[in-house]
């Protein structure tokens, strides 16, 4: 074996080792999840740290789902995420192609607002949202889980990466053709974004489904609630049933990883889509 190959053997081994102690570092929270949803509520308090159960505690999800109204939380989730990206998707969509295709005064300036609303923490403008959706008297509703967060910056420069990758003779020829900016889009721009736009619903899915801040102010009724204002009751001022939370919270995220594990690649597509032609 050359003095080349050794190095590149020994550069690969360190570049798996280092992986593999980031993923050990990232799977540690959902094994501490899954064990302690298991366990009684002494194990967990036991020092040292007792991490398998001594017997499987099935009982702690039959808590949960008795004190939580499990059903109509997930309802909600599922109304408010599904609504959520099914809308971001036309919206930021419709202003990427506008950004990316079509040439009008000011368009470089109102893009680079556009990417300055990233930097502003949304604490900042939940006050203000608050009052206003007040003053509509839309609290404790779907118009204001949903219609608020039907805009994403994010998405918008993130489509807008892929169409710029588009290659620009399909739209003139289209053009030539005597289709419209609206046949084009619809016809040509969202059919070859179906990569682009799995992998925007995924990071759309995963925000919106375990958003907490937004719903928890928006939301009074328990029947509005979504799984993670719901969860979040479970914590108690003096003192959390670590048991019941764990278990909780093991069966609100249990549907997100079947989606990453369905659509881990269109996920590992989007990071790279953020790199495209700028």
């Known amino acids: 074996m050359t003095k080349y190959k050794i190095r590149a053997l020994g550069t ?5 080792l280092v992986l593999s102690i980031g993923a050990l570092i990232m799977i540690i929270p959902f094994i501490w ?3 302690t949803a298991f366990k009684t509520f002494q194990e967990t308090l036991a020092i040292p740290i007792q991490w398998l159960p001594s017997s499987l505690q099935l009982d702690n999800f039959r808590e949960v789902l008795d004190r939580l109204n499990f059903t109509r939380f997930y309802i909600n989730s599922i109304i408010v995420t599904v609504s959520i990206t099914v809308m971001q998707a036309l919206v930021c969509t419709m202003a990427a192609y506008g950004f990316a295709r079509i040439k009008f005064p000011g368009r470089d300036i109102l893009f680079m ?3 300055s609303m990233l930097m502003v923490p ?3 403008t939940l006050l203000p949202s608050f009052l206003l959706l007040n003053n509509f008297g839309w609290i404790d509703t779907y118009q204001a889980l949903i219609i608020p967060r039907l805009f ?3 998405g918008t420069f993130f489509l807008r990466q892929f169409f710029l990758s588009i ?3 399909l739209e003139e020829a289209a053009i030539i053709d005597g289709t419209s900016r609206w046949g084009i889009y619809w016809r ?3 059919p070859l974004s179906k ?3 799995a992998a925007f619903a995924v990071f759309t899915v995963l925000w919106a489904w375990n958003d907490l801040m937004w719903p928890l102010i928006m939301t009074r009724r328990e029947s509005m609630r979504v799984l993670s204002v719901g969860i979040s009751t479970l914590v108690g001022q003096h003192g959390t049933r670590n048991n019941w939370l764990m278990a909780a919270s093991m069966l609100a995220t249990a549907p997100m990883i079947i989606l990453f594990t369905v659509l881990q690649k269109q996920f590992i597509a989007g990071i790279t889509i953020t790199g495209m032609k700028a």
């Open 167 to 169: 290659p620009a003779e």
């Open 152 to 154: 994403s910056a994010f």
């Open 195 to 197: 990569t682009a736009l």
């Open 33 to 35: 999840m899954f064990s």
């Open 12 to 16: 690969n081994l360190l570049i798996y």
């Open 122 to 124: 949304p604490q900042m």
């Open 113 to 115: 607002l556009l990417l």
């Open 188 to 190: 040509i721009f969202l």
